[in-house]
């Protein structure tokens, strides 16, 4: 009983010291930025756009598109060989720490465009999720820092074993400015 107690009084702490988007006087518009990040072992970098917040500054939909390249054995040398991905989600905006810190979720369908030098298909899909903190240095500029998991169920059939990539631990960096 005493764990349950204090619990719900850290829960509550913890709510009442999370702030409206309201009160924040973040910019919750059209927003453009790029990132770096890793996908398992690859590395890559983008561009993304958020559309405007909606459902009183809740939800939003993103649209990302990435470089990456995918570390692997040709031959006898180590090769990095690029490919595409495409993604869109869904966010879902958790509140305000403070006045310049949101936290959000999102959610989404990632669309792999592989390199034929590794692989013999064209284009393979799965799915990702992650959880995000932006930090906003003014109301329309923001770093941002994420980190979740892709699947999609990827492998390199033209590599000796079949190696997989673009599945696992994803992790972003980035800044992105809303107007």
């Known amino acids: 009983m005493k764990r349950v107690l204090i619990i719900l009084i850290t829960l509550i ?4 010291n999370i702030y409206s988007l309201e009160k924040s006087g973040i910019n919750n518009n059209f927003g453009i930025g790029f990132q770096i990040g890793q996908i398992q072992d690859d590395f890559g970098f983008g561009l993304n756009i958020t559309s405007p917040s909606f459902l009183q500054d809740k939800i939003a939909f993103r649209l990302r598109g990435n470089m990456s390249w995918f570390e692997h054995i040709d031959g006898i040398e180590t090769a990095w060989t690029p490919y595409t991905n495409l993604s869109i989600g869904i966010i879902g905006v958790g509140g305000n720490l403070n006045e310049f810190i949101r936290l959000y979720g999102e959610g989404g369908v990632i669309l792999l465009f592989p390199n034929d030098k590794f692989s013999s298909e064209s ?3 799965g799915g990702y999720g992650l959880f995000g903190f932006e930090f906003f240095h003014t109301p329309n500029f923001n770093y941002f820092i994420e ?3 892709v699947g999609t169920g990827a492998n390199a059939n033209k590599i000796p074993f079949n190696p997989i990539y673009s599945n696992g631990l994803l992790i972003n960096a980035g800044l992105r400015v809303t107007f």
């Open 147 to 149: 980190i979740g998991g």
């Open 123 to 125: 284009m393979k899909n």
């Open 13 to 16: 702490s913890f709510n009442s």
